[in-house]
């Protein structure tokens, strides 16, 4: 790997030198890392390394040398989160990683899981399914919209978990993000770790948009549970996403997901021990539990650490490495969304603090207007949107997020260090042409959506 990261040297953000590091076609214009994130060469080929060592000797490198190489990563990834190393785990993404939580929590009758509205939709979903199958019962914080101030956001959270105590009923978890899917927007996360504290709440945070993404203190945030895709800012293969659960905690983690051979069942009379075939481990159970969950391809995790070295030869004005990738992405954001918003003459979505924006993410409204081309209707506004989507891919070699939200069509721009200026004038200049052929009812024609009346 060194010899590779020496060929490459240091190289400026926004430039093509370092474009060339990512395996692009060059027809394609990479406007949505927020989603799937992607890696550049040298991760490529540390990933195909580890392949390569597994095939080479596959007992001996699964049983003996994997457990090893993980550690390795362990220890980079908790450096990077200022974490003891013994609370990092790996999952395959951030989805896995709250089913893996909410999963192995108790729930009494009486027991409450808060969450806002905001919640990646996967993660509603896994709600849905424990309220549907355990005790629990879900309360949704649901009584505000974007853009909204961070002091108006920590007060529905107070207020919410008021009502739920008023009812007679405990708030045993809560959900938030970092920095919530769509529209990407900030959340004020470290307020509400506190909140949960004080209100003896276990705070659950999903930072899928998280490490690689803004700076993270896990030793003085201290979350209850934290999960956090390093596949999609970190640079690292999918899937890869880091499980943070500090060792107070650790105990209430019983099983993976699914459950493997590090799963310890409870003592049964009679029962004899299950055989466990993995070699023997001083490690703690927490750990050993996630060592090995099934027979998958677990690369993506033993690449991070070149992930890792990569982003270290990043630059930036006067910075390097993670100060220089956040504070680039970070300020291209906030150009690209004001250059995107004058070509459509629209706005970009911030509150009065402009606390929402300090995020890789800028949310632009689209000059559209709901009333004449949906009728007021959602699901016909839903409809438009994904026309929308559809076009960028096939037509213009491109895809950047659209939600519907808010009765406004919104698009999210990414900000990476691939991107240049030039790539989001060259958006705005797309999105103005894309909504002028919604205008003229375009979007009608095939029939996926039907004219309003």
Request: contains cysteine; charged residues 20%.
């Amino acid at each position: 790997m060194a010899g590779n990261i020496e060929e490459v040297s240091t190289m400026e953000c926004g430039t093509e030198p370092l474009k060339r590091q990512f395996l692009f076609d060059p027809a394609y214009r990479n406007l949505n890392h927020g989603s799937f994130g992607t890696f550049p060469r040298v991760v490529r080929d540390a990933l195909r390394h580890s392949q390569d060592e597994c095939e080479a000797k596959p007992d001996a490198y699964i049983r003996y040398a994997y457990p090893k190489a993980l550690d390795v990563s362990r220890e980079a990834v908790a450096r990077l989160i200022n974490a003891p190393v013994d609370t990092c785990v790996f999952v395959p993404n951030a989805t896995t990683g709250v089913n893996t939580v909410l999963r192995n929590l108790m729930f009494a009758e009486g027991d409450v899981i808060l969450y806002f509205s905001t919640i990646y939709g996967a993660c509603e979903k896994t709600v849905s399914y424990i309220v549907e199958t355990t005790s629990a019962e879900a309360v949704k914080i649901d009584d505000y919209t974007y853009p909204v101030s961070d002091d108006d956001l920590c007060d529905a959270f107070e207020k919410a978990v008021a009502r739920v105590k008023a009812s007679g009923r405990r708030t045993k978890v809560a959900i938030f993000d970092t920095i919530v899917s769509l529209p990407g927007v900030r959340v004020p996360f470290e307020r509400l770790i506190s909140a949960c504290r004080s209100h003896d709440i276990l705070s659950l945070v999903d930072g899928a948009h998280g490490i690689g993404h803004i700076p993270l203190d896990l030793t003085k945030l201290d979350p209850d549970f934290f999960v956090s895709n390093c596949h999609k800012w970190l640079y690292t293969p999918r899937g890869c996403a880091l499980l943070y659960v500090p060792e107070r905690n650790q105990g209430l983690i019983r099983s993976t997901l699914p459950t493997s051979h590090g799963f310890d069942p409870l003592p049964t009379v009679g029962a004899a021990p299950i055989n466990n075939p993995l070699p023997p481990s001083a490690k703690s159970a927490f750990i050993v539990n996630f060592e090995f969950v099934g027979t998958i391809d677990n690369s993506p995790y033993t690449s991070l650490p070149a992930a890792v070295e990569f982003r270290e030869t990043i630059t930036w004005q006067d910075k390097n490495g993670e100060d220089a990738i956040i504070s680039f992405t970070q300020n291209q954001a906030r150009k690209a969304g004001k250059l995107v918003a004058d070509i459509l003459q629209t706005v970009v979505m911030e509150n009065a603090e402009g606390t929402l924006g300090r995020c890789n993410f800028s949310n632009v409204k689209l000059p559209l207007d709901p009333t004449a081309l949906a009728g007021g209707e959602t699901g016909k506004a839903v409809k438009i949107a994904q026309w929308i989507a559809t076009t960028l891919v096939e037509q213009y070699n491109t895809f950047i997020a659209i939600i519907y939200y808010g009765d406004a069509w919104w698009v999210r721009l990414s900000a990476q260090v691939y991107l240049t200026m030039e790539d989001w004038e060259w958006a705005g200049t797309i999105l103005n042409e894309i909504c002028e052929r919604v205008r003229k009812g375009e979007v009608f024609a095939d029939g996926i959506v039907e004219q309003g009346t």
